[in-house]
């Protein structure tokens, strides 16, 4: 069974910074894609970014890229979302998804995902 957990959100002022963990077990990230969702409220989900395996793909949307990073730790089975420079409108509920297997040639973000997580609340305020 693919299991997903978020750790790492909560309140955090405007400019201020917070590293999202994905813990997962159930499968391997060596050939999973991993995407990193928020829902704010009274909008639409979005993907701000995913990574896939083994390509090392990864892809941020306009919004967020250069701010957030995401990256993997094999040996803790866990994807991170660094998240920098945090604005009021980065405030969501943060989901990490997982999908595949994937090969090699697999080089974009999976169009669905299977597998999620609880969501993990971040808010950015003063």
């Known amino acids: 069974q693919l299991t997903l957990v978020e750790s790492g959100g909560g309140l955090v002022q405007p400019g201020g910074s917070l590293r999202l963990s994905c813990a997962t077990s159930?499968?391997?990230?060596?050939?999973?894609?991993i995407g990193w969702f928020r829902q704010a409220p009274g909008k639409e989900r979005e993907e701000v970014a995913c990574?896939?395996?083994?390509?090392?793909?990864?892809n941020y949307i306009d919004s967020v890229s250069g701010q957030f990073t995401i990256s993997r730790e094999t040996a803790k089975n866990t994807v991170y979302l660094q998240m920098n420079s945090l604005k009021p409108e980065d405030t969501a509920v943060y989901y990490c998804?997982?999908?595949?297997?994937?090969?090699?040639?697999?080089?974009?973000?999976?169009?669905?995902?299977?597998?999620w997580g609880q969501g993990i609340q971040v808010t950015v305020s003063s």
């Open positions: 159930g499968f391997s990230l060596d050939d999973y894609a």
């Open positions: 990574i896939v395996y083994p390509s090392g793909f990864n």
């Open positions: 998804a997982a999908e595949g297997p994937f090969g090699y040639s697999d080089t974009n973000c999976p169009r669905k995902y299977d597998n």
